[in-house]
């Protein structure tokens, strides 16, 4: 979750390359060549900011002075000033709704996953709280790493991060002990594997056979507990780490939780989670109109 | 919003190419390679569907055989089968997601699209329900496209199509008048003009000066209201449109388009949209586990 | 025609990527390296130049320092110093041909285009000369560009622009009257509907029914002042703006403006233009020799 | 001047990708999904045919299927048919630009060089009529190829192909015997070197060290002349191959040519040809209207 | 290690483009337009072969029809027939030298580790044999999935696949203990954590604080004895696996699997293996010489 | 050889985009941010050094500060210190493997090809040894220039760059005689032409009908000698120049020298060179510690 500043520059020049297309037509007819202008961006409701470094990354490439007044992961109210930059007028018209895009997007899911996680710690559980792979396509690396600065985990990022061996694999190439089996004995000794698991039987030979994690998806909360307890019993608990996952929400994660469980894992908080509310504003203009 | 085939695959081949990374590890080491399988995908909630074209383009690119069961744009209910696909089973496991994920965020854009324009033409307006540039980025065009399924309209998709002079261009550049005046001079004609106002005066001066559409912002609808009437006392409501925007939500649409306004936008029909629940299945193996 | 900095700069550096391959092996093995040198670009032709903001972003992105001695739009006499670059000797001639190829490309056209448009203006009209899209692929956007600053009208950039429903699309799809009426129905209220229409009676049809403007291609100027005439009896002159296209050219435009349409568009402006010479001369070495 | 197949498509989608933005909106809007067309393209005036092979590549890309009724190099009359096209209508009118651009420019290229090449032909001379690397930017492969097809001779394509020792870098860096030779020895056995002069005695010594070619630039025919004898007198003539350039146009080539130079190079054929008119034509309508 | 094959074939077309440049001018020349020829690769030496999926995907993307006569991983000795191509002769040897280039490359690496692999197994160890991250710029893919088919193990692909602390970040952050602890805690539950040690009891505690391999950095296999004896003498072996890196070749790389460690790897596998020694032999002409 | 530094810099900016995945979650996770450190290169190995130049460009595009200790082309002994980078800590080594994995195989191939330009220069020979196109695919031009510096001749870079008729040329489309003389007549003026012969009477027609250079391809040494001596007394010595491939090492180089070629050429000194050790060590932190 850390690009290099370059790596991060390139993509996001990528995003307002597409979005300009042949160009800004309104701030181009409108504005002064050469004006100059501070603005800032303020957050118009409550939540846990993320993309700052993408903001000030965004702001460097395209030569904006641009200063962060909080870090990602600062819990901020209402009207709360977030950035302020500085530098010529077009071009920072032409980038607004880019990075604003990207910061609502951001702070929304980081806002969102960090509700969940405290929720959790506050009725005294560790568990983790861990995103999915339902992330908006070509934005994984910025949805995650907002989960990551609220708080969460974020789970593989690609096919290439983990061995996940899920309901549809098992489905075509066999059970979960031989599959798992087979699998430790091909896959490099530098990956983790996971196994989706709906029977308690399957939980028990996952972990014996070298399982690293199992996955309990759309199991009732009950039903996990019993898994867990049984891991217990046959003394393999601190063998395998536990994530529960499907239909888990801010309403039923404690229950899930308490369940004993190391990980949840939620696709809505990169999926379905509300942007945060913010806007630039123009707060100064330095030099121009002389078009 | 009809970009050729062609064009399409590439842009989806892309979105697997970022998530495979250097392979999907778990399909190579889990599948007998030759293994060929059948899958459905299934909606599990009521919606819209948006994204048929998208997933058709994305299997015929990688080689799969598939067939949608229901066309853009269909409501559909829990249940319901939605595409049926067919091939090499390591490659369908690894676009599952990809296409899940785009599929699952267009349709979940479409049907909250849809339930706001059947809310407004039930009640009787034929109040345009219009999207903002509030996308994911990298994912304009999909998401418009899956508003305009919806029903609602695209609106501009980027800063190259429409001049839309907003306060920031104001604050910096001038009023109304003059500013939609020079940029009448000086824009091509093939471009309509719309700008933000948030006086009556500027209302008419719009109006008077030859902009196509203009904006009222953050405006009550009983503001807005009088506005309407200001233009039809004028005789100028037929010479522009009036797009009503900020704050639109669906609690209170009905409210902006019986204030007679041509066009309500909304930023939540894109930005903060829950994606639709679906699932791939794999419902038959057809050839394999001979590896 | 507004590109930020940042992305017209990428889109020069792959020209000269393109053009320099695996090196610039006469700069290479000729100059030693570390020499530093002054150069000057001398237009040698009578014309208006365009392309100076794109020599100096050019400049910009490879490390050398260049400075305008006129601004885009100028017109120049023949032996005119336009542009003063300094830097690194090999980085200088490796991007030479880049850099004057596209800047008398874009001088060509602009001065071509404002050619025309002086010749209109003398002759006292106020009609718009305007491009079509025979641009140069790859180009367009520098076409165009230099077609606004010779004072023309870019007209539509892509196909994603403007509607523009052409000979072709009517012999497919159906009459001016329904098509532009179930378009103005089906496409998004931020774009223009511009229609080809050969006929006289389609000319009424297309203003009733909302086209924004008509396109009377390849008709004679006697026919068009007819149909401009036709509109003003029947009141509609105001209601569209019309564009003559097809076979105009510097002969014959004064004919078609007399017409009184709003709108001349010719394909060769762009695609026939001739460019404007140029080349670039060293003229002090200022550092080097000791390879 | 051969790219495989699927490189030129590859070339051509990218084209198609940058013209057609987030869509064809007047075909998306007018044309029935699923129309199926044929049509024609029409060249209307005489020329030189170049591009066949493009626009068939580009045909197959988008899936539509195409027949050349003439081949590269054809010497055409007005109102020939040279390529049929049958499918998808929507898909055939967002290339149709693309081709009619491409086909033309290289089309008027080509012709434009084979005239100049029939001119020095028919007046008995062999001497090859050369291209430069005054071509649009992106557009050199095409550019070049088009030279070829009228018979001319493509020069360097690029700053990697030939070793070309110009004005400036001789300003630079010595004179022609101490470049040469220097040049000579530390440049790669697989490339030839080429040198501009400007001095009787600058040609003798460049032939003297090891030049393959010397560019006589702007020198008047006598001089040129002159330059040829001598090196005939000292026997040089058969080691070297001498290049006029600079100033050379349709109306004085023939005094180059009967100078005695090996190559004439203009830089009007590729910067400054007039595009050969053509047009597409929809000539069926097979299946559609359903939409 | 199991890209789709659309993916695959994108990453070969860019490397035959980048070979290929303005066109192979020797095929174009050469060869009569429409040649259709057969032709078949052949092994010059002993080894295993690798690259057999590359090559086929490489020929399809071009339009040739290639068959495998041996699979990934075969031992082939001296003159073998691997590959038979037929198709398109410019095509074929258009692409001859990128087909060459891989398949011997990946043979080359195959065949080094497979060398290694058997050495260890006859010798009677279990021990894996790994790469490292020393491989060829942009071809990881390749090298790594070379390394695989050999019967090594391929190891973390980039930076993003597993933690691994190394002395350089020991040097900056901290010990062992505190460094792997606090990573531990960080870092997602879904990654290993490996960590170099150069001292004893930096891996036992390693081992205590949760890091998944230990990696035995340039130490003598003596040294190392000691370790893998230690942690089975404090019950933690199970708990971890150990690597032994720096120096190990083919003279010594039994005496590390003597001293008991899980896994061995080398630089030299990916680095400076010798590539397979193999050509294309066209066998027959099917058609051509017309042109 | 000479790609402009901004070029050089976006080639080596995607090398490591394409290490870094998502992230180098070991330095993110473990270096404290703001750490800033000084670093140095340390060649293990006798050897020449290649890379300098790349490795400067690597450190300045990712905003760290480096010097050279050393220049391209230097002879070093073991523990030699070549470069010093001073900057961010995190970014330092994320670009770690890719700056050491480029310097190490340029290195390596500069080392290879020195050893054999000594041991022919120490000889007394003159011949050149030049390399082939058995290159690391995508790496072709950080190969070729590592051979140049090493003092050999990089032969052509790409299919585009000279015209080399092989045996599969030949073998489809006509002997020797005719082929080079049909390709001069068609082929452009600007490129050389190298013809592959196995009998001595192609030589000399290879050299009578405008060949530039023959190449002797798997010919012994006293064959070879027995084609110069032809050449020599045929009074054609001086028209062509002689390559020697196939089959040359270490071992025989001197016997194809001694047999008065003027270039041998070696796949094995790109396809099969070592790379030469070398490491990167931090040496000083400067500021950190305070995450």
Chains 1, 2, 3, 4, 5, 6 share one sequence.
């Not at 888990?248 to 990169?270: H, K, Q």
């Amino acid at each position: 979750m850390a690009l290099p500043k370059k790596i991060l520059e390139e993509k996001l020049r990528r995003f307002v390359e597409e979005d300009v297309g042949h160009g800004d037509i309104t701030a181009f007819h409108t504005i002064p060549h050469g004006t100059v202008v501070e603005a800032k961006i303020i957050v118009k409701e409550k939540g846990v900011i993320a993309g700052v470094e993408e903001a000030l990354a965004l702001s460097e490439v395209f030569g904006l002075k641009a200063r962060a007044l909080v870090k990602d992961g600062s819990k901020v109210m209402p009207r709360t000033e977030i950035l302020h930059i500085e530098g010529d007028a077009i071009t920072l018209l032409t980038i607004e709704r880019t990075m604003l895009n990207l910061f609502s997007r951001m702070s929304g899911i980081a806002s969102h996953t960090n509700r969940l996680v405290e929720m959790v710690r506050r009725a005294g559980y560790k568990t983790v709280v861990a995103a999915t792979r339902k992330t908006a396509l070509g934005l994984g690396y910025f949805d995650k790493k907002a989960v990551g600065i609220g708080g969460g985990d974020p789970h593989r990022h690609g096919l290439d991060d983990m061995i996940l061996i899920k309901d549809n694999h098992l489905a075509i190439a066999g059970n979960v002990k031989n599959l798992v089996r087979k699998t430790r004995e091909k896959a490099s000794f530098s990956k983790k594997i996971e196994v989706e698991v709906s029977r308690l039987s399957d939980v028990l030979e996952a972990a014996e056979v070298g399982a690293d994690i199992v996955m309990l998806d759309n199991l009732a909360p009950k039903k996990i507990e019993e898994a867990v307890q049984l891991l217990k019993k046959k003394k393999l608990r601190n063998k395998i780490l536990i994530e529960a996952s499907g239909g888990i929400t801010e309403r039923n994660i404690l229950r899930y939780a308490a369940a004993g469980v190391d990980i949840v894992s939620l696709g809505e908080i990169t999926q379905s989670a509300r942007a945060l509310d913010m806007s630039l504003e123009v707060v100064r203009v330095k030099k121009g109109s002389s078009d």
